[in-house]
């Protein structure tokens, strides 16, 4: 399961992240012994593409259409990869892919929506998943948002957002965002993806 729907090159300049103790940057007494019989412990090599797939099958996640309009041009794509990340500031996040032939035109976006789609717009997920389409053509339903943000029609609930940061993650891009408005429908019930396939949410 990708985290983003869509392909293609050009990614923005990676931002370098550091890990720092939350001890005043100073070692721990177990990173601080010497390793035994004098050599280094063998580090576990990474699962293979496959296996890694399998695995991440198994687990259920909510659908989002992510719109934005740069330069005058309506784009968007489906992601799968949607959280939430902090509630004050109010940060939400998506991934997208290196290949994503969407993101060049969408990381110029001085705001962004996040279109969390209903349990019925399996049809959308994957009309915006699409290569080489219009997908704001018809049958997409949609209008203008705050911002002239492009907004889909009878989903569970829109997020506007402005960008907040972006780093290069493996072969994928975090994109975060500041969410500055949000309408939610009342009786909206997420569309799920998982094994490859999209479904309802059914509530004990």
Known sequence: MTAAHDSAPDAPVPMHLRLVSSENHAPSERSA??????????????????????ALAVHAAGVV??????EGV???LTATSFSSVSLD???VSFYVAQ???????LRLADHFAVNVLA???ADVAARFAKKDID???HPTRWSDGPRDVPLLHDVSAHLICRPHHTVEV???????????STSVSPAGRPLLYHKGRFGRFLPY
């Open 33 to 54: 012994e010497p390793p035994r019989n004098g050599t280094a412990p063998a580090q576990a090599a990474p699962v293979s593409e496959e296996e890694f797939r399998r």
């Open 65 to 70: 259409v992510v719109t934005a309009r740069p």
């Open 74 to 76: 309506p784009v968007g």
């Open 89 to 91: 500031p109010p940060l």
């Open 99 to 105: 290949s994503s032939t969407t993101w060049p035109a």
């Open 119 to 121: 349990g019925d717009q």
């Open 135 to 137: 997908r704001f053509a």
């Open 170 to 180: 493996g072969d994928h891009i975090l994109v975060v965002g500041l969410v500055t």
